[in-house]
């Protein structure tokens, strides 16, 4: 039937096959699972080294299909499907953040347990016991994760945990659970949530016996409302919030880093005001080769009451000298541009020469970097505190950069080129030639 029904979708003939199908056969399509899932909303095959995972964590944005990821996976395990289980599980532990959440999200939810199996399949669902029984026998029953000690003694074959990052008492609901898994010969569970910096998700990830699967909200855009899409997903894409919420990205700050990503995000305008001034910061990489250096390219603007506002990041790896020339001089003519400023430090002659070959009428202002990067960019630094720096927009790899530069630089080693950029702009505007010297903290 799938083969046939994936024949028809090719040929575009699978409404009219739809059609002539009988009620039951619609039933059993609407809930085929294997048909409709997602690749990523599968289980994991075990790895490659022969180690099998015991935990599951799908990491996912809002409306990414999480849930019903976690349902259809009970499902399996209940059911004894071959591509989830080697044998059926009897007894099955469903923890939510609260009961509440349990029965509107996990069991009787749109995409909870209720709603992805036919009707000869339904688990009989008994609220006050918090507890589902299947047909054939299986039970799963309900937690709260705010009631850590409700799972000292039962024992399963499997859990699910849903929205673990919003666990009150994570640490404790999660570890009491861990000695509850003791059924059958090799006992797992899933945890399907949008992640949060916590420290148990720190430690899933971490574990060598933990898989790890990532959705995005965008991935699941044929089911979510175009209104959502528009707003939500046009107004958050990008930012830190979006990030973690629609994209299911783990988003941390470097305690010791110079910028935080709150400060940023408290700055952050959708568009900027009327610009006094413009400026296109550009750091050329000593090398286009593959693994070099990226060529950094930040774009930023003063308006009237001296707020400076970051309005590009066009930064780039792999440029040849050509193309890194053209494409800042393509974005100080689309920003209508003042100059440019240029970091000269590497081939500074090379670099006059790029830009007057391409185009000799826009004005070059060249820099010189007699400092290192960490005192260049700690006045910046102060400005963004100071309320001074907005981004209009978001830009990403430029904040992942500014949230991860310590003293030390990256914590990975890399050259922070788009920092460099952004720092060049931002001085050129607010700082002017002679960039002043930070004071000693403390003093």
């Known amino acids: 039937m799938l083969k046939l029904l994936s024949a028809c979708s090719r040929k575009g003939r699978l409404g009219e096959l739809i059609a002539g199908l009988d009620p039951g056969t619609v039933e059993w399509l609407l809930h085929c699972w294997a048909l409709l899932g997602r690749p990523l909303q599968k289980p994991p095959r075990s790895a490659a080294d022969g180690r099998d995972w015991t935990t599951w964590l799908l990491l996912g944005g809002r409306g990414a299909g999480k849930t019903r990821a976690g349902a259809e996976w009970v499902r399996g395990l209940v059911l004894g499907d071959p591509s989830v289980t080697a044998r059926a599980c009897g007894r099955i532990a469903l923890v939510a953040e609260s009961f509440g959440d349990l029965r509107e999200v996990m069991v009787e939810g749109v995409s909870g347990l209720m709603a992805v199996h036919p009707r000869h399949e339904r688990p009989r669902w008994e609220p006050t016991r918090r507890r589902l029984e299947w047909p054939n026998g299986a039970v799963a029953h309900g937690f709260s994760a705010d009631d850590p000690e409700s799972l000292r003694g039962p024992q399963f074959d499997a859990a699910w945990c849903d929205e673990l990052a919003k666990w009150r008492y994570a640490e404790a609901?999660?570890?009491?659970?861990?000695?509850?898994?003791?059924?059958?010969?090799?006992?797992?569970?899933?945890?399907?949530t949008t992640p949060r910096p916590t420290t148990l998700v720190r430690r899933l990830l971490a574990?060598?016996?933990?898989?790890?699967?990532?959705?995005?909200?965008?991935?699941?855009?044929?089911?979510?409302?175009?209104?959502?899409?528009?707003?939500?997903?046009?107004r958050y894409a990008g930012t830190r919030l979006g990030r973690q919420e629609l994209n299911g990205e783990l988003v941390e700050d470097r305690p010791d880093a110079l910028w935080s990503r709150a400060s940023i995000e408290a700055g952050r305008i959708a568009e900027a005001p009327p610009l006094a001034r413009i400026v296109v910061a550009v750091d050329p990489p000593a090398s286009s080769r593959k693994g070099a250096d990226a060529c950094g390219i930040v774009a930023a603007g003063l308006d009237r009451e001296g707020i400076v506002h970051v309005l590009a990041d066009e930064s780039a790896q792999g440029l040849?000298?050509?193309?890194?020339?053209?494409?800042?001089?393509?974005?100080?003519?689309?920003?209508?541009?003042?100059?440019?400023?240029?970091?000269?430090?590497?081939?500074?002659?090379?670099?006059?020469?790029?830009?007057?070959?391409?185009?000799?009428?826009?004005?070059?202002t060249e820099v010189r970097a007699t400092r290192g990067k960490w005192l260049r960019a700690e006045p910046v630094a102060a400005l963004y505190e100071r309320g001074r720096v907005r981004h209009a927009g978001a830009f990403p790899a430029l904040e992942d950069e500014m949230c991860d530069f310590a003293s030390d630089g990256l914590s990975g080693g890399r050259s922070p080129d788009r920092l460099d950029a952004l720092v060049w702009a931002v001085t050129a505007l607010a700082l002017g030639k002679d960039e002043p010297r930070p004071r000693v903290r403390g003093l």
């Open 320 to 364: 040849t000298p050509a193309a890194w020339g053209a494409r800042t001089l393509a974005l100080h003519h689309r920003l209508e541009a003042d100059r440019i400023v240029v970091e000269v430090n590497q081939g500074g002659e090379m670099v006059r020469t790029i830009l007057a070959t391409l185009d000799s009428s826009v004005p070059v």
């Open 207 to 234: 574990d060598p016996r933990c898989a790890v699967t990532r959705i995005s909200t965008a991935e699941n855009a044929v089911h979510l409302a175009p209104t959502f899409l528009e707003t939500v997903v046009g």
């Open 173 to 192: 609901a999660f570890d009491m659970l861990q000695f509850g898994l003791r059924l059958g010969t090799a006992p797992r569970q899933m945890v399907t």
